[in-house]
């Protein structure tokens, strides 16, 4: 208890510009955790949303029904079904057009839904700068603190003619705070940007394979209209 009212103390106790440093670090802290726990929320979302809507796909249903389906529920249309939207879109738009072979009709829709696809993407990936910034800074604001907090405490041992480690260890301590500050900051910041990289990076591969797969059906729904 005696070392937590001392550690209140240094702070409360602590110059104006480490007083400026540790808020500065405590905001990027709290926008940090509040970013990692919607960042968080946001993708399991978006594999939720996946899994449900690529079981609806697979599951043998009408490809128009299911357009129809999405396009008529008045909701926000993301991830794989905002791909699917956007390509099935886009093939009945060039089908409806004469003297469109089957090859420009399968790259319009794979051009669309790379657009939707990148879309989505972006999308999952907003603030994640943030968390990157926060932890390559963090230590650096943290240590501009821990500098300033020293350099003050040897300036007020210039008039004393005996110094001893006494006099200088709260003025230490104080600036040590800002580097443990800085490191509190930057540590979770770095690992959640890793770990939501690894995701995104997941989650875009599955986007285009879906792509890709989605593709081959439309191909062969081309050259079946082709044929006709």
């Known amino acids: 208890?005696?070392?937590?009212l001392n550690v209140l103390g240094l702070i409360l106790g602590a110059s104006i510009p480490v007083k400026l440093?540790?808020?500065?670090?405590?905001?990027?802290?709290?926008?940090?955790?509040?970013?990692i726990f919607r960042k968080k929320a946001l993708i399991d979302r978006a594999n939720a949303g996946a899994d449900e809507f690529e079981e609806r796909?697979?599951?043998?249903?009408?490809?128009?029904?299911?357009?129809?389906?999405?396009?008529s529920a008045g909701e926000r249309i993301v991830?794989?079904?905002?791909?699917?939207?956007?390509?099935f879109r886009e093939f009945a738009r060039l089908r409806q057009r004469r003297g469109v072979d089957s090859r420009a009709l399968l790259e319009g829709a794979q051009r669309a839904m790379r657009v939707a696809a990148t879309?989505?993407?972006d999308r999952l990936e907003q603030s994640l700068e943030f968390?990157?910034?926060?932890?390559?800074?963090?230590?650096?604001?943290?240590?501009?603190?821990?500098v300033w907090g020293i350099?003050?405490?040897?300036?007020?041992?210039?008039?004393?003619?005996?110094?001893?480690?006494?006099?200088?260890a709260p003025g230490i301590s104080e600036a040590l705070i800002a580097t443990a500050m800085g490191l509190f900051a930057a540590i979770p910041a770095v690992w959640a940007y890793n770990r939501f990289s690894t995701k995104l990076e997941r989650i875009s591969m599955r986007y285009d394979t879906f792509v890709e797969e989605f593709s081959s059906i439309l191909a062969r729904q081309a050259h079946v209209d082709e044929g006709t």
């Open 119 to 121: 879309r989505e993407v």
């Open 131 to 146: 968390l990157a910034n926060v932890g390559s800074i963090s230590p650096y604001v943290g240590l501009f603190g821990t």
């Open 57 to 71: 796909f697979w599951s043998g249903a009408d490809l128009a029904g299911l357009f129809k389906e999405l396009t």
């Open 79 to 87: 991830g794989s079904a905002a791909i699917f939207e956007a390509g």
């Open 21 to 35: 440093v540790l808020g500065i670090l405590v905001g990027f802290s709290v926008a940090s955790w509040f970013i």
């Open 1 to 4: 208890m005696n070392s937590e």
């Open 151 to 168: 350099m003050i405490a040897f300036q007020g041992l210039a008039n004393v003619k005996e110094a001893t480690i006494a006099m200088v």
